[in-house]
Protein backbone atom coordinates (compact mmCIF):
# COMPACT_ATOMS: atom_id res chain seq x y z
CA UNK A 1 0.00 0.00 0.00
CA UNK A 2 0.98 3.68 -0.82
CA UNK A 3 2.21 6.19 1.82
CA UNK A 4 -0.12 8.85 2.01
CA UNK A 5 -1.03 12.06 3.14
CA UNK A 6 -2.60 15.68 2.41
CA UNK A 7 -0.70 18.53 1.62
CA UNK A 8 -0.96 22.26 0.51
CA UNK A 9 1.88 23.13 -2.32
CA UNK A 10 3.58 26.82 -1.82
CA UNK A 11 3.27 28.69 -4.95
CA UNK A 12 6.73 28.26 -6.80
CA UNK A 13 7.89 32.03 -6.72
CA UNK A 14 7.51 31.20 -2.65
CA UNK A 15 10.12 28.20 -2.68
CA UNK A 16 12.21 29.97 -4.90
CA UNK A 17 12.44 32.42 -2.15
CA UNK A 18 12.60 30.15 0.29
CA UNK A 19 15.76 28.20 -1.56
CA UNK A 20 17.93 30.65 -1.67
CA UNK A 21 17.68 31.37 2.10
CA UNK A 22 20.87 29.86 4.50
CA UNK A 23 21.53 26.49 4.66
CA UNK A 24 24.39 25.96 6.39
CA UNK A 25 25.85 22.47 6.31
CA UNK A 26 25.70 21.01 10.23
CA UNK A 27 26.42 17.38 10.85
CA UNK A 28 23.21 15.20 11.39
CA UNK A 29 21.15 17.88 9.73
CA UNK A 30 19.05 16.73 6.97
CA UNK A 31 17.81 20.39 4.70
CA UNK A 32 14.49 19.81 2.69
CA UNK A 33 15.02 20.18 -0.56
CA UNK A 34 13.06 23.02 -2.40
CA UNK A 35 10.52 20.83 -4.41
CA UNK A 36 9.57 18.50 -1.08
CA UNK A 37 8.39 22.04 1.05
CA UNK A 38 4.91 21.77 1.55
CA UNK A 39 2.47 22.26 4.45
CA UNK A 40 0.90 18.64 5.64
CA UNK A 41 -2.54 18.85 6.63
CA UNK A 42 -3.01 15.06 7.18
CA UNK A 43 -0.24 12.21 7.42
CA UNK A 44 -2.32 9.11 6.20
CA UNK A 45 0.46 6.74 6.50
CA UNK A 46 0.19 3.33 4.32
CA UNK A 47 -3.53 3.18 3.35
CA UNK A 48 -5.74 2.22 0.49
CA UNK A 49 -5.14 4.97 -2.65
CA UNK A 50 -8.86 4.55 -3.53
CA UNK A 51 -10.52 5.06 -0.31
CA UNK A 52 -8.05 7.90 0.66
CA UNK A 53 -9.57 9.61 -2.94
CA UNK A 54 -13.07 8.55 -3.31
CA UNK A 55 -13.15 9.92 0.61
CA UNK A 56 -11.32 12.88 -0.62
CA UNK A 57 -13.24 13.65 -3.65
CA UNK A 58 -16.75 14.13 -1.58
CA UNK A 59 -15.30 16.88 0.81
CA UNK A 60 -16.00 20.44 0.28
CA UNK A 61 -12.93 22.03 1.61
CA UNK A 62 -13.21 25.45 2.97
CA UNK A 63 -11.11 28.84 1.65
CA UNK A 64 -7.91 29.45 3.12
CA UNK A 65 -4.76 31.44 3.22
CA UNK A 66 -1.54 31.15 4.50
CA UNK A 67 0.55 33.14 6.19
CA UNK A 68 4.18 31.89 6.80
CA UNK A 69 6.95 32.87 8.99
CA UNK A 70 8.19 35.13 10.97
CA UNK A 71 11.37 32.98 11.45
CA UNK A 72 12.08 29.23 11.59
CA UNK A 73 11.28 27.59 15.23
CA UNK A 74 11.91 23.82 16.47
CA UNK A 75 8.91 21.52 16.41
CA UNK A 76 9.57 18.22 18.63
CA UNK A 77 12.73 17.10 19.45
CA UNK A 78 14.19 16.83 15.55
CA UNK A 79 12.43 19.14 13.24
CA UNK A 80 13.21 22.87 12.51
CA UNK A 81 10.08 24.56 11.01
CA UNK A 82 8.74 27.71 9.61
CA UNK A 83 4.90 27.92 10.77
CA UNK A 84 2.03 28.37 8.79
CA UNK A 85 -0.94 29.94 9.99
CA UNK A 86 -3.98 30.09 8.64
CA UNK A 87 -4.86 26.41 7.51
CA UNK A 88 -6.06 25.14 11.22
CA UNK A 89 -9.76 25.09 9.49
CA UNK A 90 -9.04 23.62 6.19
CA UNK A 91 -6.58 20.74 8.43
CA UNK A 92 -9.47 20.14 10.40
CA UNK A 93 -11.96 19.41 7.69
CA UNK A 94 -9.62 16.65 6.24
CA UNK A 95 -9.09 15.19 9.48
CA UNK A 96 -12.22 14.84 10.33
CA UNK A 97 -13.09 13.77 6.69
CA UNK A 98 -10.05 10.90 6.62
CA UNK A 99 -10.13 10.19 10.30
CA UNK A 100 -11.01 6.53 9.81
CA UNK A 101 -8.55 6.02 7.02
CA UNK A 102 -4.67 5.11 7.28
CA UNK A 103 -2.88 5.87 10.72
CA UNK A 104 -5.06 7.49 13.31
CA UNK A 105 -5.31 11.11 13.34
CA UNK A 106 -2.69 12.21 16.42
CA UNK A 107 -3.74 13.12 20.00
CA UNK A 108 -2.25 17.28 19.83
CA UNK A 109 -3.69 19.93 18.14
CA UNK A 110 -2.40 20.51 14.63
CA UNK A 111 0.74 22.79 13.96
CA UNK A 112 0.26 24.23 10.32
CA UNK A 113 4.18 24.41 9.40
CA UNK A 114 6.62 23.51 6.42
CA UNK A 115 9.54 21.36 7.68
CA UNK A 116 13.15 23.22 6.81
CA UNK A 117 15.16 21.01 8.42
CA UNK A 118 15.48 17.82 10.42
CA UNK A 119 18.47 17.18 12.77
CA UNK A 120 19.48 14.10 15.07
CA UNK A 121 21.54 15.69 17.87
CA UNK A 122 21.69 19.48 17.64
CA UNK A 123 19.69 22.15 15.52
CA UNK A 124 21.20 23.93 12.84
CA UNK A 125 22.37 27.57 13.15
CA UNK A 126 19.40 29.25 11.19
CA UNK A 127 20.09 32.88 10.65
CA UNK A 128 17.07 33.32 8.62
CA UNK A 129 16.20 36.85 7.85
CA UNK A 130 12.25 37.64 8.97
CA UNK A 131 9.40 36.19 7.07
CA UNK A 132 6.12 37.30 6.00
CA UNK A 133 4.84 35.96 3.25
CA UNK A 134 1.16 34.65 2.23
CA UNK A 135 -0.59 32.62 -0.47
CA UNK A 136 -4.14 31.90 -0.98
CA UNK A 137 -5.00 28.14 -1.18
CA UNK A 138 -6.70 27.20 -4.74
CA UNK A 139 -6.20 23.31 -3.84
CA UNK A 140 -5.20 20.52 -1.29
CA UNK A 141 -3.30 17.45 -3.05
CA UNK A 142 -2.91 14.00 -2.03
CA UNK A 143 0.42 12.82 -1.97
CA UNK A 144 2.18 9.68 -2.27
CA UNK A 145 5.79 9.63 -0.50
CA UNK A 146 7.73 6.95 -2.48
CA UNK A 147 10.03 4.52 -1.22
CA UNK A 148 13.08 6.79 -2.93
CA UNK A 149 11.71 9.60 -1.36
CA UNK A 150 10.08 11.65 -3.87
CA UNK A 151 7.14 12.96 -3.79
CA UNK A 152 4.09 12.70 -6.21
CA UNK A 153 0.49 14.29 -6.38
CA UNK A 154 -2.00 11.25 -6.53
CA UNK A 155 -4.57 13.89 -7.08
CA UNK A 156 -5.61 17.21 -6.64
CA UNK A 157 -8.97 18.55 -4.94
CA UNK A 158 -10.10 22.68 -5.09
CA UNK A 159 -11.22 24.96 -2.40
CA UNK A 160 -14.54 26.07 -2.34
Known sequence: MP??????????TLVDDLAVLPRPPAPGVSWTK????????RFLGE???????????????????????????RLGRGVIMLPAAGVDQLAAS?????RF???PPPDHPFVGHITVARFRR????????R????????????????????YVDVATFPLT
Open 3 to 12: RLFVAVWPPA
Open 94 to 98: VIDAT
Open 122 to 129: RPPSVDWP
Open 47 to 73: CDQDEALSTLEAVSFPAAGVTLGPAPE
Open 131 to 150: IHETFDVSRVSLVESTPWGE
Open 101 to 103: IGE
Open 34 to 41: PHRLHVTL
